[in-house]
């Protein structure tokens, strides 16, 4: 099946997220990235194409390795929406292979290795316009009760 839009909305069917002020993708936070996430049903995967301006400045020239940290978490998180659940982010390492370039076409791609119980095993990379990877995270994440867990005092 082809890739087609997905909403870029953090929690799920059951527990809806008024705005989504996520710094990656949240299209309420004026200040954020802006991340917009297709659905790859045929490969399970979330995709999603940008370029990253100067404001997102390392290592001149090139993206700051805590950027490339959140897009590849922010990515892994997508797969949420493939089991309609809410799960947090418990571990997460990042390989940063090749310097990850300003100004050009990037994509980062996620999929989910497994799953054991309420432990979910993730990983993600950022590719260049060639297909090189440049970075690729694997995450650890568990799915919460976002009610009981993010509930106000």
């Known amino acids: 099946m082809p890739e087609r839009p997905s909403t870029t909305e953090h929690g799920s069917k059951k527990h809806p997220v008024k705005k989504n002020l996520c710094f990656a993708c949240g299209k309420d936070n004026p200040y954020g990235m802006h991340l917009k996430f297709t659905l790859n049903r045929e490969h399970r995967?979330?995709?999603?194409?940008f370029r990253l301006g100067k404001r997102y400045t390392g290592p001149p020239g090139h993206c700051h390795g805590?950027?490339?940290?959140?897009?590849l978490d922010d990515a892994m998180s997508k797969?949420?929406?493939?089991?309609?659940?809410?799960?947090?982010t418990s571990r997460m390492t990042v390989e940063y292979l090749r310097p990850v370039p300003l100004h050009r076409p990037?994509?980062?791609e996620?999929?989910?290795i497994t799953k054991r119980g309420?432990?979910?095993t993730r990983?993600?990379?950022?590719?260049?316009?060639?297909?090189t990877v440049l970075a690729r995270g694997r995450g650890a994440f568990v799915i919460i009760d976002p009610a009981r867990v993010f509930r106000r005092k």
């Open 45 to 49: 995967q979330f995709v999603s194409h």
């Open 66 to 71: 805590g950027i490339i940290a959140t897009i």
């Open 79 to 88: 797969l949420n929406k493939l089991r309609d659940l809410v799960a947090a």
């Open 106 to 108: 990037l994509r980062v």
């Open 110 to 112: 996620s999929r989910e």
């Open 118 to 120: 309420r432990r979910l």
């Open 123 to 131: 990983v993600a990379e950022i590719l260049d316009e060639k297909g």
